[in-house]
């Protein structure tokens, strides 16, 4: 059984930082993109970032540009999302999600291009 968990979200204040990990098992993912997404209340779920198989092609949303760095450790089967200057409108439910096709360049940015999708973690920055 393929599982993706997330871990490492909170309530932070703004201007903190965060990391958050997805540890896959069940099968490996070291040729597969991976990407984070999130989805606020009322919002609908966005892309925020995403890693080739290869893990040199990455892509970021606009507004998390130059604060996130997405990264992965395929020995570990584990992607991460570094988060730095968080914002209150970086608050949602942040989930990972595995592309289940060999992707060694790709880095798909809808989430019906992945397959298997973690329960997601929640990150709050207050103001």
């Known amino acids: 059984q393929v599982q993706l968990v997330e871990s490492g979200g909170g309530l932070v204040q703004a201007g903190d930082s965060l990391r958050l990990s997805c540890a896959a098992s069940g099968r490996t993912f070291s040729n597969n993109a991976m990407g984070w997404f999130r989805q606020a209340p009322g919002k609908e779920r966005e892309i925020v970032s995403a890693i080739s198989g290869s893990g040199r092609v990455t892509y970021y949303e606009d507004s998390v540009k130059g604060r996130f760095t997405i990264s992965r450790d395929n020995a570990k089967n584990t992607l991460y999302l570094q988060m730095n200057s968080l914002k209150p409108e970086d608050t949602a439910s942040y989930s990972c999600?595995?592309?289940?096709?060999?992707?060694?360049?790709?880095?798909?940015?809808?989430?019906?291009?992945?397959?298997?999708w973690g329960q997601g973690t929640q990150v709050t920055v207050s103001s």
């Open positions: 999600a595995a592309d289940g096709r060999l992707s060694p360049m790709a880095v798909p940015r809808t989430p019906s291009a992945y397959d298997y």
